[in-house]
């Protein structure tokens, strides 16, 4: 029987250089290859079946980085594919509070802050500006400060509506 994916792996595998080049700009192969392969632990990890791994800063990220990242691939264009967003903000959370981010690499931390800056809600992304600010990502804050900006003005990302069903407004018609 195969041994199932822990932290370790998850974090090996995000983190590989082959994988960074495709952090922000994925190929289908990829999003199927991560389909595949982690498919089943995403919905796990859905269930809460690997809330254990909140115990370390590694554990919190890994988890961050399955409900918040590989659904984005996973279910590209698709409803689906922001079904884990509040639980990775929930885990994001939970790690800010307990101080796992001090822990880790600050070119790792950053995708443990990622789901407040994807979340549709107007504190998550002020705290996500704040965490980014103070981390010194000035890359990841420039796309912060973006989010926060299209959340305060329009309280959702406009360039979700068609996937998730929402009626756009004039005002993110014309804002796409």
């Not at 998850?10 to 080049?21: D, G, N, Q």
């Not at 509040?86 to 600050?106: C, G, I, M, T, Y």
Request: net charge neutral.
């Amino acid at each position: 029987m195969r041994r199932e994916a822990g932290p370790a792996d998850i974090l090996a595998f995000w983190f590989s250089p082959e994988m960074e080049k495709h952090w922000f700009k994925s190929t289908p192969a990829l999003d199927r290859q991560i389909r595949k392969k982690y498919a089943v632990l995403w919905s796990r990890a859905a269930m809460g079946e690997c809330d254990h791994w909140k115990g370390t800063a590694e554990g919190s990220l890994a988890l961050t980085i399955i409900l918040d990242q590989f659904p984005l691939n996973m279910f590209r264009g698709k409803p689906d594919s922001f079904s884990t967003e509040q639980l990775a903000v929930r885990v994001a959370l939970e790690a800010v509070s307990r101080k796992q981010d001090a822990e880790l690499p600050k070119e790792r931390v950053a995708f443990l802050y990622m789901p407040l800056m994807h979340s549709e809600s107007l504190s998550h992304q002020e705290l996500s500006v704040e965490l980014f600010e103070a981390a010194g990502l000035e890359q990841n804050l420039r796309f912060a400060r973006h989010h926060h900006d299209l959340i305060r003005q329009f309280g959702r990302f406009p360039h979700r509506n068609a996937i998730l069903g929402r009626e756009s407004t004039a005002e993110e018609i014309a804002y796409l």
